[in-house]
């Protein structure tokens, strides 16, 4: 018994509250103006112009072709039935927000004087880097590419994917030779997040070699050296040294 007044009281409160909108969060407004065949400002915020409503002589609508909204502002034909000067009552409804106000986080006009002893802000976007993404060596060549594509079906399906492939070779220094081939596919938006450590990528092939050693890490395939025994061949993903006399 209990509940169920418990539960009525609860319904009628939301009721009450869906009922009462307070005039401060209303977006419907209305003002009185003349008529001018110039622009007249209306309000401060932005008007939606589906939602403008002219009434003259207190009861008849005035037809939309004779006025047009811009913005904030209202401007009459001079082709509509009403003469210049007529007293109209306008009903509107308005944005939240005025999405026509410039907005920034950094004001470059104001930076300050570098003789006032505040850091100047200097920034060109056309400006060229210097280097690459990755770190330059001298006798290391590195290419590649990474693409994000959207793939279409036949049947309204929709699939996101992304490649990346990278290949690089050439001297790290003291006589070391690197050969690396890194490629990862996967989807941009999954639950665990984007490819963000080495570990994650799909295959990798590191090899470096010294002389005669040779260290070969990540995914490499494992094959029967010279000899008289069995043939074999394995996928292994494992660090391999190996030394030729």
Known sequence: ??????????????????????????????????????????????????????????????????????????????????????????????L?????????????????????????LEYNPFEETQGGLLPSYQGLNYNGSFARGISFGNRQNLVLNSRFNLQMGGIIGDGIEVQAVLSDENI????????????????????????NSFLTAGDYELRRPRGYFMNYLKNCKAPLLSTNR
């Open 96 to 120: 939240p927000w005025d999405l026509s106000a410039p907005l920034s986080r950094l004001d470059l006009d104001r930076r300050e004087n570098p003789q006032e002893g505040a850091p100047r």
């Open 188 to 211: 941009p938006i999954q639950p665990e997040g984007n490819t963000q450590q080495l570990s994650e990528i799909d295959r990798i092939f590191i090899q470096l070699k010294k002389g």
């Open 1 to 94: 018994m209990w509940r169920k007044l418990l539960l009525f009281a609860v319904f009628g409160l939301l009721v009450t509250l869906s009922r009462a909108q307070p005039e401060g969060l209303s977006n419907l407004r209305s003002a009185r103006l003349e008529v001018r065949y110039t622009w007249q400002e209306l309000d401060s915020l932005p008007l939606l112009p589906a939602s403008v409503s002219v009434i003259y002589a207190d009861t008849l609508p005035l037809d939309p072709v004779y006025f047009i909204i811009k913005d904030r502002t209202i401007r009459f034909l001079p082709e509509g039935p009403l003469p210049e000067g007529a007293p109209v009552r306008i009903t509107y409804r308005v």
